[in-house]
Protein backbone atom coordinates (compact mmCIF):
# COMPACT_ATOMS: atom_id res chain seq x y z
CA UNK A 1 0.00 0.00 0.00
CA UNK A 2 2.83 2.56 0.71
CA UNK A 3 4.73 1.85 -2.77
CA UNK A 4 1.26 3.17 -4.12
CA UNK A 5 0.58 6.22 -2.53
CA UNK A 6 4.19 7.61 -3.04
CA UNK A 7 3.42 6.43 -6.72
CA UNK A 8 0.52 8.46 -6.80
CA UNK A 9 2.05 11.49 -5.46
CA UNK A 10 4.95 11.34 -7.58
CA UNK A 11 3.04 10.94 -10.35
CA UNK A 12 0.40 14.00 -8.78
CA UNK A 13 4.31 16.58 -8.96
CA UNK A 14 5.12 15.59 -11.72
CA UNK A 15 1.39 16.01 -13.48
CA UNK A 16 1.21 19.23 -11.87
CA UNK A 17 4.30 20.69 -13.23
CA UNK A 18 3.52 19.80 -16.28
CA UNK A 19 0.26 21.63 -16.45
CA UNK A 20 1.78 24.88 -15.21
CA UNK A 21 4.81 24.42 -17.88
CA UNK A 22 1.97 24.12 -20.06
CA UNK A 23 -0.21 26.89 -18.74
CA UNK A 24 3.00 29.00 -19.07
CA UNK A 25 3.73 28.50 -22.53
CA UNK A 26 0.05 28.96 -23.93
CA UNK A 27 0.41 32.06 -21.74
CA UNK A 28 3.13 33.04 -23.57
CA UNK A 29 2.36 32.03 -26.83
CA UNK A 30 -1.37 34.13 -26.82
CA UNK A 31 0.56 36.92 -26.10
CA UNK A 32 3.56 36.41 -28.65
CA UNK A 33 0.53 36.22 -31.27
CA UNK A 34 -1.49 39.20 -30.17
CA UNK A 35 1.97 41.60 -30.80
CA UNK A 36 3.41 40.25 -34.28
CA UNK A 37 4.69 43.58 -35.25
CA UNK A 38 8.27 44.60 -33.91
CA UNK A 39 9.48 44.26 -30.77
CA UNK A 40 6.47 42.99 -28.47
CA UNK A 41 5.52 45.43 -25.65
CA UNK A 42 3.96 43.83 -22.73
CA UNK A 43 1.16 45.70 -20.10
CA UNK A 44 1.42 44.78 -16.69
CA UNK A 45 -1.13 42.70 -17.02
CA UNK A 46 0.37 40.62 -18.81
CA UNK A 47 3.88 40.78 -17.30
CA UNK A 48 1.56 39.76 -14.08
CA UNK A 49 0.36 36.54 -15.91
CA UNK A 50 3.88 35.54 -16.90
CA UNK A 51 5.47 36.85 -13.46
CA UNK A 52 2.44 34.79 -11.71
CA UNK A 53 3.04 31.41 -14.04
CA UNK A 54 6.61 32.14 -13.91
CA UNK A 55 6.84 31.87 -9.86
CA UNK A 56 5.52 28.97 -9.75
CA UNK A 57 7.49 27.14 -12.04
CA UNK A 58 10.80 28.13 -10.76
CA UNK A 59 13.91 29.71 -11.69
CA UNK A 60 15.30 26.13 -13.24
CA UNK A 61 12.16 25.26 -14.89
CA UNK A 62 11.71 28.95 -16.55
CA UNK A 63 15.82 28.83 -17.69
CA UNK A 64 14.54 25.59 -19.49
CA UNK A 65 11.28 27.15 -21.05
CA UNK A 66 11.21 30.68 -21.49
CA UNK A 67 11.83 32.24 -24.63
CA UNK A 68 10.41 35.54 -24.14
CA UNK A 69 12.48 36.47 -21.44
CA UNK A 70 14.85 36.24 -18.99
CA UNK A 71 14.09 34.25 -15.91
CA UNK A 72 15.28 36.95 -13.70
CA UNK A 73 13.32 38.86 -15.59
CA UNK A 74 9.99 37.19 -15.24
CA UNK A 75 10.36 36.91 -11.76
CA UNK A 76 11.24 40.15 -11.30
CA UNK A 77 7.64 41.34 -12.73
CA UNK A 78 6.18 38.74 -10.07
CA UNK A 79 8.13 40.65 -7.41
CA UNK A 80 6.50 43.88 -8.43
CA UNK A 81 3.50 42.36 -8.79
CA UNK A 82 3.64 41.30 -5.13
CA UNK A 83 5.38 44.85 -4.02
CA UNK A 84 2.48 46.49 -5.84
CA UNK A 85 -0.30 44.80 -4.14
CA UNK A 86 0.94 45.31 -0.20
CA UNK A 87 1.79 48.81 -0.92
CA UNK A 88 -1.01 50.09 0.92
CA UNK A 89 -2.16 52.58 -1.83
CA UNK A 90 -6.43 51.21 -1.73
CA UNK A 91 -6.17 52.02 1.89
CA UNK A 92 -5.04 55.41 1.76
CA UNK A 93 -7.83 57.82 1.80
CA UNK A 94 -6.19 60.99 1.32
CA UNK A 95 -2.91 62.68 2.12
CA UNK A 96 -1.87 64.53 5.68
CA UNK A 97 -3.52 64.76 9.06
CA UNK A 98 -7.12 63.99 8.86
CA UNK A 99 -9.10 67.16 9.52
CA UNK A 100 -10.47 67.99 12.87
CA UNK A 101 -14.29 68.09 13.73
CA UNK A 102 -15.93 71.92 13.49
CA UNK A 103 -17.02 71.68 17.17
CA UNK A 104 -13.57 70.64 18.46
CA UNK A 105 -12.10 73.58 16.39
CA UNK A 106 -14.68 75.90 17.85
CA UNK A 107 -13.49 74.91 20.99
CA UNK A 108 -9.89 74.97 20.87
CA UNK A 109 -9.69 78.27 19.58
CA UNK A 110 -12.86 79.33 22.28
CA UNK A 111 -10.53 78.30 25.17
CA UNK A 112 -6.95 79.81 23.52
CA UNK A 113 -8.52 83.62 23.12
CA UNK A 114 -9.94 83.04 27.15
CA UNK A 115 -6.19 81.64 28.22
CA UNK A 116 -4.25 84.24 26.41
CA UNK A 117 -0.72 83.13 29.11
Not at 14 to 29: F, P, T
Not at 34 to 63: N, T
Amino acid sequence: MDWARILAYVTGTVDQELLARNEYLAAENRILKAQLKGRPRLSDGERGVLGEIGHRLGRKVLADIATFALPDTILGWYRKLVARKFDGSMARQYPGRPRIKREVEELIIHMASENRD
